[in-house]
């Protein structure tokens, strides 16, 4: 059964960074890709970035773009996102999913249980 577990988030100030984990089990990956998608508190749940598993090639947001990089561990099985100049409107809970390379979290099967990102001004 695959299984996807967040971990890193926390406060930091504006300006700051974070690296968020994604480990993965429980399956072959292959074939699929990460993703990394970000809910505000009472907002739609929106896409940051993909990493495709065997070709790493990466696929950002436009408020992604220059600023977080998404990364593979091959060895741990675990997924990154690096957050930096981080900004207030970043703030939410940061989900891993497994699925297709892809933007629309609906292409995306399975999903972590999130981590909270908070960003101070």
């Known amino acids: 059964q695959v299984q996807l577990v967040e971990s890193g988030g926390g406060l930091v100030q504006a300006g700051g960074s974070l690296r968020l984990s994604c480990a993965a089990s429980?399956?072959?990956?292959?074939?699929?890709?990460v993703g990394w998608f970000r809910q505000a508190p009472g907002k739609d749940r929106d896409f940051v970035g993909t990493?495709?598993?065997?070709?790493?090639?990466?696929y950002y947001a436009d408020s992604a773009k220059g600023r977080f990089t998404i990364s593979r561990d091959n060895a741990e099985n675990t997924v990154y996102l690096q957050m930096n100049s981080l900004k207030p409107e970043d703030t939410g809970v940061y989900y891993c999913?497994?699925?297709?390379?892809?933007?629309?979290?609906?292409?995306?099967?399975?999903w972590g249980q999130g981590t909270q990102v908070t960003v101070s001004s």
């Open positions: 999913a497994l699925g297709g390379r892809s933007s629309n979290l609906n292409d995306y099967n399975y």
């Open positions: 429980g399956g072959t990956f292959s074939g699929y890709a």
């Open positions: 990493i495709s598993w065997v070709s790493r090639r990466t």
